[in-house]
């Protein structure tokens, strides 16, 4: 004997939403009968005895609607899917907007952008070093080029002013002031060690001078 029993068919997930909506109205209805709002206390703000029941039953009747899963077919849908259906129907799932070729290209011509930056990006990062030194290279030899010629023409210029004063005061050669500096601290020095020669050479005069007196009177 067959035990396999045929799955509840819905047509829909909303179907599904209706049978547990009305599940937990009669629920509140059979609650309000039994447990009627104006038997409770007057000072009491809420009905700690209906509060406990009416959280029990919610969790059976939740309890039954999950086994029940089991069992259902929604527009042919089951298992996860059906699950997902349900909650998409709910408004809690993800829902999925439909496939859109222009902007599926669009996604693609960006995706192209980004590799072609990046790409650029990793040449810059590879070739823009050299070639800022090779400029910053180029600007020093520039500027000192520079440098050299403004000085060569400084010199011409003070050699040319030089010549003409010469020129002008009727001397060929002016004297080299540096070397005549040179000659006096040689002739200074000089000067100096013939001092100290002379002081050195009267001293050794006085002890002749001395020694021939003491001779001289040790003889008689």
Same mark, same amino acid.
């Given at each position: 004997?067959?035990?396999? =029993?045929? *799955?509840?068919?819905?047509?829909? &997930?909303?179907?599904?939403?209706?049978?547990?909506?009305?599940?937990?109205? /009669?629920?509140?209805?059979?609650?309000?009968? =039994?447990? &009627? !709002?104006? $038997?409770?206390?007057?000072?009491?703000?809420?009905?700690?005895? #209906?509060?406990?029941?009416?959280? %029990? +039953?919610?969790?059976?009747?939740?309890?039954?609607?999950?086994?029940? #899963?089991?069992?259902?077919?929604?527009?042919?849908?089951?298992?996860?899917?059906?699950?997902? $259906?349900?909650?998409?129907?709910?408004?809690?799932?993800?829902? %999925?907007? !439909?496939?859109?070729?222009?902007?599926?290209?669009?996604?693609?011509?960006?995706?192209?952008?980004?590799?072609?930056?990046?790409?650029?990006?990793?040449?810059?990062?590879?070739? $823009?070093?050299? *070639?800022?030194? @090779?400029?910053? @290279?180029?600007? %020093?030899?520039?500027?000192?080029?520079?440098?050299?010629?403004?000085?060569?023409?400084?010199?011409?210029?003070?050699?040319?002013?030089?010549?003409?004063?010469?020129?002008? /005061?009727? +001397?060929?050669?002016?004297?080299?002031?540096?070397? /005549?500096?040179?000659?006096?601290?040689?002739?200074?020095?000089?000067?100096?060690?013939?001092?100290?020669?002379?002081?050195?050479?009267?001293?050794?005069?006085?002890?002749?001078?001395?020694? $021939? @007196?003491?001779?001289?009177?040790?003889?008689?």
């Amino acid at each position: 004997m067959e035990t396999t =029993h045929r *799955k509840i068919e819905l047509q829909s &997930p909303l179907d599904l939403t209706y049978l547990q909506q009305n599940a937990t109205l /009669c629920l509140r209805e059979k609650l309000d009968l =039994h447990f &009627p !709002p104006s $038997a409770a206390p007057a000072s009491a703000s809420d009905d700690t005895l #209906k509060s406990r029941v009416e959280d %029990l +039953v919610s969790q059976y009747l939740q309890k039954v609607f999950e086994d029940v #899963k089991a069992n259902l077919a929604i527009n042919g849908l089951e298992g996860k899917e059906m699950e997902e $259906a349900v909650k998409m129907a709910e408004g809690k799932g993800e829902e %999925l907007e !439909p496939y859109d070729s222009k902007l599926s290209q669009k996604l693609q011509s960006l995706s192209a952008q980004i590799e072609n930056l990046t790409l650029q990006l990793a040449n810059l990062r590879r070739e $823009a070093p050299a *070639k800022a030194a @090779a400029a910053y @290279a180029a600007k %020093l030899q520039t500027e000192d080029q520079t440098f050299q010629e403004a000085r060569k023409t400084a010199e011409e210029q003070q050699r040319e002013k030089i010549q003409q004063e010469k020129d002008l /005061c009727g +001397v060929s050669q002016l004297r080299d002031w540096n070397e /005549c500096e040179r000659n006096w601290e040689l002739a200074t020095k000089g000067l100096v060690d013939v001092k100290e020669s002379i002081g050195a050479t009267s001293a050794r005069l006085v002890q002749a001078r001395d020694a $021939a @007196a003491y001779l001289d009177q040790a003889g008689k």
